[in-house]
T-cell receptor, first 114, second 111 residues
Framework: KAGVTQTPRYLIKTRGQQVTLSCSPI?????VSWYQQTPGQGLQFLFE???????NKGNFPGRFSGRQFSNSRSEMNVSTLELGDSALYLC?????????????FGPGTRLTVL | GESVGLHLPTLSVQEGDNSIINCAYS??????FIWYKQESGKGPQFIID?????DKRQGQRVTVLLNKTVKHLSLQIAATQPGDSAVYFC??????????FGTGTRLLVSP
């Protein structure tokens, strides 16, 4: 079974631009979570989607948004990019957001904001 | 947002030694715990998990111990190999709540 895939793997943008990242979960997984990872702040939770609905949300500004499609694929969008948005953005999928289903991570998208 | 610590603790061991990585979790209501391994430039990789109704679980060369009384989780790696060098994260979850990651620990294995 194929793992979680994320596209693109690397991205360079300038301040003020906006970006869309994509995540395809493991087949059969319906829950998708997004995380931001930086050397200074570690792994920070952005949001979690299940059945096209946001189920959990982290403490990020409204510039960060996401959505999930009926095939469970998910996208996250960051508008008006800031230098501090440079990070590794990780997507993880699980069967369900309820209970004890393991989250499996993709390789991440490395975003650099210049 | 929720975050892990700025300073990553490091555990240095010799190849062949047993490694023990510790994690203190925060929520007494957490009922599910996972250990992840993250190598440089890659996403976290699932190692082993344990539910709160257990206190020990074994995998291939790894053992997770859970002490709910003191909210402590540990990962034991037997016969540590250079390929085990990575950052290890524990994570906790309570019911429908999001997965919360603890402070990572860097494991360095010397040949």
């Amino acid at each position: 079974k194929a793992g979680v895939t994320q596209t693109p793997r690397y991205l360079i943008k300038t301040r003020g631009q906006q970006v869309t990242l994509s995540c395809s979960p493991i087949s059969g997984h319906r829950s998708v979570s997004w995380y931001q990872q930086t050397p200074g702040q570690g792994l920070q939770f952005l949001f979690e989607y299940f059945s096209e609905t946001q189920r959990n949300k982290g403490n990020f500004p409204g510039r960060f948004s996401g959505r999930q499609f009926s095939n469970s694929r998910s996208e996250m969008n960051v508008s008006t990019l800031e230098l501090g948005d440079s990070a590794l953005y990780l997507c993880a999928s699980s069967l369900d957001y309820r209970g004890t289903d393991t989250q499996y991570f993709g390789p991440g998208t490395r975003l650099t904001v210049l | 947002g929720e975050s892990v610590g700025l300073h990553l603790p490091t555990l240095s061991v010799q190849e062949g030694d047993n490694s023990i990585i510790n994690c203190a979790y925060s929520n007494s209501a957490s009922d599910y715990f996972i250990w992840y391994k993250q190598e440089s430039g890659k996403g976290p990789q699932f190692i082993i998990d344990i539910r709160s109704n257990m206190d020990k679980r074994q995998g291939q060369r790894v053992t997770v111990l859970l002490n709910k009384t003191v909210k402590h989780l540990s990962l034991q790696i037997a016969a540590t190999q250079p390929g085990d060098s990575a950052v290890y994260f524990c994570a906790e979850k309570s019911g429908f709540q999001k997965l919360v990651f603890g402070t990572g620990t860097r494991l360095l294995v010397s040949p």
